[in-house]
């Protein structure tokens, strides 16, 4: 059975910074991406890394400040987050999947797979 398991979320002030983390169990993946969706808004894909590591895609909203990373022994994958801001404030959801082949990777949800549940960052000024 596959698992995504995220944890981290939680609340903090503006300008801190917080690490989330996602564990797959029971599934080899090749793409990981972070997501994150404020109610009444459309989801939006944070970060993505290829099972490389070679390869990132950063949206503009978090460029220069966010950083995703993976540690293959534990098949986790983070997302630092430095900076942080009110706008911020979501839930981040951590997903898996194949590559479009070649190791490529991008937010496209159609390319993963499997969700995890879910952790709340919020940001407060």
């Known amino acids: 059975q596959v698992q995504l398991v995220e944890s981290g979320g939680g609340s903090v002030q503006a300008g801190r910074s917080r690490t989330l983390s996602c564990e797959a169990r029971?599934?080899?993946?090749?793409?990981m991406g972070w997501f994150r969706q404020v109610p009444g808004k459309e989801r939006e894909g944070v970060a993505v890394i290829n099972s490389g590591g070679g390869s990132t895609y950063y949206a503009d909203s978090v460029k220069g400040r966010f950083t995703v990373s993976q540690d293959n022994a534990k098949n986790t994958v983070y997302l630092q987050m430095n900076s942080l801001k009110p706008e911020d404030t979501a839930m981040y959801y951590c997903a898996a999947g194949r590559s479009w082949g070649q190791g490529l990777c991008d937010p496209h949800p159609g390319l993963f797979t499997h969700w995890g549940q879910g952790t709340q960052v919020t940001v407060s000024s």
């Open positions: 029971g599934y080899v993946w090749q793409c």
